[in-house]
Structure formats: structure tokens, C-alpha cells
């Protein structure tokens, strides 16, 4: 069992930064690939990006290449989402997750531990 919680949201303008932590419990952190989500109301979960269990891969949907940067600590069970210029379209609720599969994967449903979310919030 792995439990995820999630910090590090809030209100920024638009081109500001936050950062995101996911910090985990559970003695396999380490093994897992872990997944950055958001979910705006109405709308399906949204893949934003991904890292292996190493750190030594990682992968983003487009709108945040060049943006965000997601990096991973597995001495303190943390994984971070690093968000910079940040867009009011970027408003909404993100979530992390843990895969056990050990693959990079974009598909919500391939994952199997999830935080119960950090609402951000750019304004214009």
C-alpha cells in the first residue's frame, strides 16, 4: 500500500511559479513511477507528467513542455512538480499517483494509488 498527499497548491498570477509535492508512505516508493494529474469539473483527469522509479526518465503532455519540470527525491518519499509561467488555463485540481507497473504511463487507469489533490489556481 502506498499513500500519497499532495501540497504545494495555491493562488499565483498568471507567470508565476508554485511547486508541487506528493509525499508518499509506504516502504516501495522508490519502485513505483509516479504520475502528476489534473481534473478540472466536468472534464476527465488530464495527464500532465510522469517519472520512473529511478528518476532517469521522465515524460510530459505538450501544453507543459518547457514549463514544468517533475523530479523525484526517494530519500524523503517526495516527488515534485516544479510549475513556471503558468497560464489561467492551468487552473484546476492536480493530483498524484502511483504506478506499480514500472513503465512510463499516461493513461490514468494505469495507476493504482492516488492523493486526494491540490487545487491551483492561476489568475490573469
Known amino acids: 500500500q502506498v499513500q500519497l498527499v499532495e501540497s504545494g497548491g495555491g493562488l499565483v498570477q498568471a507567470g508565476g511559479s508554485l511547486r508541487l509535492s506528493c509525499a508518499a508512505s509506504?516502504?516501495?516508493?522508490?519502485?513505483?513511477?509516479i504520475g502528476w494529474f489534473r481534473q478540472a469539473p466536468g472534464k476527465e483527469r488530464e495527464f500532465v507528467a510522469t517519472?520512473?522509479?529511478?528518476?532517469?526518465?521522465?515524460y510530459y503532455t505538450d501544453s507543459v513542455k518547457g514549463r514544468f519540470t517533475i523530479s523525484r527525491d526517494n530519500a524523503k518519499n517526495t516527488v515534485y512538480l516544479q510549475m513556471n509561467s503558468l497560464k489561467p488555463e492551468d487552473t484546476t485540481v492536480y493530483y498524484c499517483?502511483?504506478?506499480?507497473?514500472?513503465?512510463?504511463?499516461?493513461?490514468?487507469?494505469?495507476?493504482?494509488?492516488w492523493g486526494q489533490g491540490t487545487q491551483v489556481t492561476v489568475s490573469s
Open positions: 517519472i520512473s522509479w529511478s528518476g532517469g526518465s521522465t
Open positions: 509506504g516502504r516501495t516508493f522508490s519502485s513505483y513511477p
Open positions: 499517483a502511483a504506478s506499480t507497473r514500472r513503465l512510463i504511463l499516461t493513461s490514468p487507469n494505469e495507476y493504482d494509488y
